[in-house]
Antibody, heavy 115, light 108 residues
Framework: QVQLQESGPGLVKPSETLSLTCSVS?????????WGWIRQPPGKGLEWIGN???????NYSPSLKNRVTISRDLSKNTFSLKLSSVTAADTAVYYC????????WGQGIQVTVSS | EIVLTQSPATLSVSPGDRATLSCRAS??????LGWFQQKPGQAPRLLIY???TRATGIPARFSGSGSGTEFTLTISSLQAEDFAVYYC??????????FGEGTKVEIK
């Protein structure tokens, strides 16, 4: 059974870097899939942030690519999201997921950007 | 970037009725489209992938159709637990793998 779990600070100050980790159990990150991040601002729809392929390639949304880094730690079977220079517009629930179009999503973590 | 336009934004349906949701892509995504259901406070749940293949454990009352730029999600007989927001997502052209804005299915 594949399970994903997001973790990280729930509150980040403006202009700082948001850092989240997704812990994966039941499947190795070296397997033939994409692993990605999606977010959902309060009361709004889903926004795709980016992902990485098991081969190591990363892909980012053009609207966020200047601020986003996705990396992985194979020894811990985790992958991470870093979003720099955050503003209130980055307040959202952040999900990690196996992609594309799978049933394997984390439960989501609320991140608020506020001083 | 491919834009997915979902319609209607809100669909008011009575339990037991049929619901038809539309997702239109700004350019062809072939059959690389999925449908998700989301309830308040929950992560999205995959219903359909490959435009028409039901995900594991999804009831047969959910069906998907279409290819290219026009897609439909049909719920044949709405149950109480089906009232939620539904999103389509394309994974043919990227980045990004875009989502539609969602259709809220509410009780009439």
């Amino acid at each position: 059974q594949v399970q994903l779990q997001e973790s990280g600070p729930g509150l980040v100050k403006p202009s700082e870097t948001l850092s989240l980790t997704c812990s994966v159990s039941g499947h190795s990150l070296t397997g033939p899939y994409y692993w990605g991040w999606i977010r959902q601002p309060p009361g709004k729809g889903l926004e795709w942030i980016g992902n990485f392929h098991h081969s190591g390639n990363t892909n980012y949304s053009p609207s966020l690519k200047n601020r986003v880094t996705i990396s992985r730690d194979l020894s811990k079977n985790t992958f991470s999201l870093k979003l720099s220079s955050v503003t209130a517009a980055d307040t959202a629930v952040y999900y990690c997921a196996r992609e594309p179009a799978t049933g394997y999503w984390g439960q989501g973590i609320q991140v608020t950007v506020s001083s | 970037e491919i834009v997915l336009t979902q319609s209607p934004a809100t669909l008011s349906v009575s339990p037991g009725d049929r619901a038809t949701l539309s997702c239109r892509a700004s350019q062809s995504v072939r059959s690389n489209l999925g449908w998700f259901q989301q309830k308040p406070g929950q992560a999205p749940r995959l219903l359909i992938y490959g435009a028409s293949t039901r995900a594991t454990g999804i009831p047969a009352r959910f069906s998907g159709s279409g290819s290219g730029t026009e897609f439909t999600l049909t719920i044949s007989s709405l149950q109480a637990e089906d009232f939620a927001v539904y999103y389509c997502q394309q994974y043919n052209n990227w980045p990004p793998w875009t989502f539609g804005e969602g259709t809220k299915v509410e009780i009439k």
